[in-house]
C-alpha cells in the first residue's frame, strides 16, 4: 500500500476496502490533517455498499487507512459515521461515533465506540 | 460413498405451537451435491440421530442461529471419530469465524455449481478450510428442483395432516431492513427465478401446501404477476412473506392460491389497518409479524400496538422480540452502543430480550412479550385460530377439488412420535 499523508484541504471520496471474507465494500471517506492529528470519517453507504459495514470492519479498516495516511495509532482519529435516512424510525437517524481501540501486535482490535454530537464532530475537524 | 446431512434441533419457544416443517436450505443443497454421492439427511428435530462412523464425510446444514451450538457439538463429535466435517447454510455464514474452529471445512455462499469441487477434494484428501462464494452467485437459471427425496415424509405430519413444503421463487432482496441479515447473505440485487423453472420445481412437489419463504415477492410487479399466473393452473395453497397490495397483484395472487400472507405490522396507522382489509377483501388470510423492542417503542406503544392488533382483524399474529442478529444494522447499532449482554446464541431465538431495550429494561420487554402473546390470543386460543385458517384452505381445496384426507396411518403420530394421551 502505497503510504500519503492527507493531501491539504482534505480528503472527501468513496473508498473501496476488502471487507471481511475479500469482499468488496464501500464506505464515504473524509480525512482531514490537524495538526499532528490525522482525523478520519468513514460513512456506511447503506444503499451502495455491496459489502462489509465499516462498524463490521471497524479495526482492519482503521488500521487500513492509518497505513495508506502514514500517521501512528497516537495520532489518528477514527469516527464512524452514519447518515441520516430520512425515516420515521430512530435507528436511521445521523449519528457520530469515535471508535478507540486497542493497538496490539501491529493491529488494532478491540473497538469501542463513544457517541459524538454533530457539534463535536464540527469542532475537532475546525 | 456416503455424505451424512444433518440439519442440527434447536429449543423451541415455550408456549407456543410447535410444528416442524421440512427444511429447506438442506435440500437445496442437496440437490448441488454431484449425484453419484449417497445423501443421509438427518433432521435432528424429528428424527432420532446416533453419532457415529457409519458415513464418509459429514455435513451440518445450519438455517438459524439458535442452531449452530448444537451444530458445533455434533461436529466436534463426528471429528472425534475421525470424520471430515464441513458446514453451510445461512447460520454458517453469519457465525462462519467462530465456526471455523469446529469444521475441517466452511462452505460460504450459495451451493450451484460449487460442489462438485468440494466433492472432488474431499476425495483427493484436499479439503479447504474455506470455500468462499460469498458474493460469487449462481446463474439463477442454473437454480434447479430441490431434492426433497432425501426427507423422511412420514416424519413431517402431524395427526396425519402433512406440513406445508418450503419453496422459493427467488434470492437476494432489494431491501436492506434493519434487523435483517439478507443482503448480506443474499445480495442487494433481486433474483427473480426464471418462471419456467419454478413451474418445473412446483411440479415436483408432492404436496398441495406450500411456504413461499421468500423474503418479499413484492420486489417486481411484473414478475410477480407472471408468477402468479403460471401458478394459477397448479392449484396449490400456499402461505408467502409479503407481497404487494395492488389490485391486480392480490387478485391473481388468490387465484393462484395465496392462503395467508405474513405482514409486519409495525404501528397503528391507518395504511396498515387497509392493507390488512385489502388482503382479506381477496380472500388471503393475514399473520401479523409484531416485532417488539425498537428504540423508537415505549411500553405505551407497545400497549396500544397489541389493542390496535385486536381491531384489525388479523388471522394469526406473531410476536417477536429484536434480536440483534450479526451483519444487520441492528448488530451494528447495538454493539457500538454496548447494549447487548447475553451473547449465547442459544437464547437469539426472537423470543428472548438479549440487549438493553432504550426506554425499558430487559425485563420488562420480556413481560410485554408475554403480555402480547396471552392478550391476543385471550378469547380465542393459537390453535382454535389456526385451525380456523386451516378450514379455509380446506374449503377452497374441496371446491376446486384438490383435497386430499389426511393419512390415517399418521393420524396417531405427531412428527414421527406417537402421541400419547394422558
Known amino acids: 500500500m502505497v503510504s500519503d499523508k492527507i493531501p491539504s484541504p482534505y480528503i472527501d471520496e468513496v473508498y473501496e476496502f476488502q471487507g471481511l471474507w475479500g469482499i468488496r465494500s464501500l464506505c464515504g471517506l473524509k480525512a482531514i490533517q490537524r495538526g499532528a492529528k490525522c482525523i478520519i470519517i468513514v460513512t456506511e453507504l447503506y444503499d451502495t455498499n455491496p459489502g462489509t459495514t465499516v462498524t463490521n470492519w471497524s479495526a482492519q479498516l482503521a488500521g487500513e487507512l492509518m497505513q495508506k495516511y ?30 478507540s481501540y486497542t493497538w496490539k501486535d501491529g493491529k488494532f482490535t478491540d473497538p469501542k465506540w463513544q457517541r459524538l454530537s454533530k457539534q463535536e464532530v464540527d469542532k475537532l475537524i475546525t | 460413498m456416503k455424505f451424512r446431512l444433518i440439519y442440527p434441533k434447536w429449543k423451541k419457544l415455550e408456549g407456543q405451537t410447535t410444528f416442524n416443517l421440512p427444511p429447506h436450505g438442506p435440500v437445496v443443497m442437496a440437490a448441488a451435491i454431484p449425484p453419484e454421492i449417497t445423501v443421509e439427511f438427518i433432521d435432528e428435530n424429528v428424527d432420532a440421530h446416533e453419532i457415529n462412523d457409519n458415513c464418509d464425510f459429514v455435513g451440518i446444514s445450519m438455517m438459524l442461529t439458535t442452531q449452530i451450538k448444537r451444530g458445533w457439538e455434533i461436529g466436534d463429535a463426528y471429528r472425534k471419530l475421525g470424520k471430515k466435517v464441513i458446514y453451510g447454510g445461512i447460520s454458517t455464514m453469519l457465525h462462519a469465524e467462530e465456526t471455523l474452529p469446529h469444521a475441517d471445512s466452511v462452505f460460504l ?137 395492488k389490485p391486480e397483484v392480490l387478485d391473481l395472487a388468490a387465484q393462484a392460491g395465496a392462503w395467508f400472507v405474513y405482514q409486519a405490522v409495525f404501528d397503528t396507522s391507518d395504511y396498515i389497518k387497509e392493507r390488512v382489509k385489502r388482503y382479506h377483501d381477496y380472500g388471503i388470510g393475514v399473520e401479523g409479524t409484531i416485532l417488539f423492542g425498537l428504540d423508537d417503542q415505549t411500553e405505551d406503544d407497545i400497549k396500544k400496538l397489541i389493542d390496535f392488533l385486536l381491531e384489525i382483524n388479523l388471522d394469526l399474529a406473531e410476536f417477536t422480540i429484536l434480536t440483534p442478529f450479526p451483519h444487520t444494522k441492528c448488530w451494528d447499532d447495538l454493539i457500538k452502543q454496548d447494549r447487548i449482554f447475553d451473547k449465547d ?78
Open chain 1, 70 to 99: 502514514n500517521t501512528n495509532p497516537e495520532n489518528l482519529i477514527f469516527i464512524e459515521h452514519t447518515p441520516d435516512r430520512k425515516s420515521k424510525l430512530e435507528v436511521y437517524d445521523e449519528t457520530f461515533d469515535r471508535v
Open chain 2, 109 to 245: 455462499g450459495e451451493a450451484e455449481g460449487k460442489l462438485e469441487k468440494v466433492f472432488d477434494d474431499f476425495k483427493k484428501g484436499k479439503l479447504q478450510n474455506i470455500y468462499n462464494y460469498m458474493t460469487d452467485f449462481p446463474p439463477i437459471e442454473s437454480v434447479g428442483p430441490a431434492r426433497r427425496e432425501i426427507l423422511k415424509r412420514e416424519l413431517y405430519y402431524h395427526k396425519g395432516v402433512q406440513m406445508v413444503d418450503l419453496f422459493h421463487a427467488s434470492r437476494g432482496c432489494r431491501f436492506k431492513c434493519y434487523p435483517c441479515a439478507v443482503a448480506y447473505l443474499g445480495g442487494r440485487q433481486f433474483r427473480p427465478r426464471p418462471i419456467d423453472r419454478v413451474v418445473e420445481e412446483l411440479a415436483t412437489i408432492d404436496n398441495n401446501r406450500l411456504f413461499v419463504v421468500d423474503n418479499s415477492l413484492a420486489q417486481d410487479t411484473q414478475w410477480e404477476k407472471d408468477l402468479f399466473k403460471a401458478m394459477i393452473p397448479m392449484k396449490k395453497k400456499w402461505c408467502c412473506h409479503p407481497i404487494e397490495d
Open chain 2, 345 to 422: 446464541w442459544n437464547n437469539y431465538n426472537a423470543g428472548k430480550a438479549v440487549y438493553k431495550p432504550k426506554h425499558m429494561t430487559p425485563e420488562r420487554l420480556q413481560e410485554l412479550y408475554q403480555y402480547a402473546w396471552d392478550t391476543f390470543y385471550k378469547d380465542e386460543s393459537q390453535t382454535q385460530k389456526m385451525f380456523k385458517l386451516f378450514r379455509s384452505v380446506i374449503s377452497r381445496e374441496l371446491a376446486d377439488g384438490t383435497y386430499r384426507g389426511r393419512r390415517e396411518d399418521l393420524a396417531g403420530k405427531s412428527f414421527g412420535k406417537k402421541i400419547v394421551h394422558n
